[in-house]
């Protein structure tokens, strides 16, 4: 007898043609959850490069049917409205019946969510990942905006925020739902711990590389001081448009033989970078939990991050140090102590991501909510 149910990702954000890399943590998580069921995929986005007014784009990519809806650009607000509802409609009727709406972003997407469970009763969840949530950001949000989140996530049967931090900020601007927080999802059989020797302290930072997020002045700020108390090292920057900072590196006399800037790799490759480093550096003024320090504790290699968002309540003391936000000495000094004499078990850090965050444990907690969700 086949128990599958049919779940519906409804994504305002995910991996196009558009933004290859927008939301590919939720992809992840449709990947680990499509274990347990069949998952569709349903993803609309604008493109200045749509010829038509709507282009449905289907494929399956990892073995999920994934529906992309191209809409063309608009400076009418009605008509841009107007043609995500029709391009929705259209995917539905490829889909075919759906069981539960699994919805990630609650804006504005969650108003498709809402529209099915209340003209065909098909309930829904909602995994959440913004840190526009958190103050001060949430302060910008307008009146209309928050009244519709707060109807959304009021009828939602469960809402998943990544960590508890990101929970706390959601009820704290009175969006009351019934909350199960449930984290990111790392491939543990392609971020596992190999034994590479390096010869040469290698430090590397993976993300988008936006600075006013990541700060990554700040990071090349430090390395550029490191030169005065460790010789030789490599300092690998790893993103998109990663070369845009070389001017920066250059002001600031960083050695080019001590930096290497990587534009934006693949996911397998992000675990062989991340095996072939003795650190993992993260020097964000704002996050939620971000998959990279996961997929760096599951590879074995220590961290060093700033202490924001829900990253403390994923981050074992004996797997690096967290530090304030903004303090260049703090993290100058802890990369020293990482470099001195700081001990690694890889394997007890793999065990742990598998323990919490792999694809069968995290597929297994959704599993749970859909069937509650049905009843």
Known sequence: MNNKLHILFLCGWYPSRVLPNNGDFIQRHAKAVSSLNKISVLHIISDENCIKEIEIVSEVIDGIQTHIGYI???NNPILKIYLYYKAFKLMLLKIGLIDVIHLNTLYPFGLLALHQKIIKKIPFIISEHWTGYHQ???????????????IIVRKAAFVCPVSNDLKNSLEQ????????????????SIFNPEKIENSVFTIIHASNLVNEHKNIEGILQVIAKLQEKINP???KLIGKDAHKYETLAKELKINSNSIIFKNHISHQEVAKELNKSNLFILFSNYENLPCVILEAFSTGTPVIS???????????????????KGNQEELLDNIIKIQNNFIVNKQKMHSYVKQHFSEKVIALEFNKLYKFSLK
């Open 72 to 74: 063309k650009k608009t």
């Open 136 to 150: 001060p950001q949430a302060s910008t949000l307008s009146f209309w905006r928050k009244l519709i989140s707060k």
């Open 173 to 188: 601007i009175s969006y009351k739902g019934n909350y199960k927080p449930i984290p990111n999802v790392v491939d543990t």
């Open 233 to 235: 090292f490599v300092f």
């Open 306 to 324: 700033t202490d924001v968002g829900g990253i403390r309540e994923y981050f074992p003391e004996d797997f690096g140090y967290l530090i304030n």
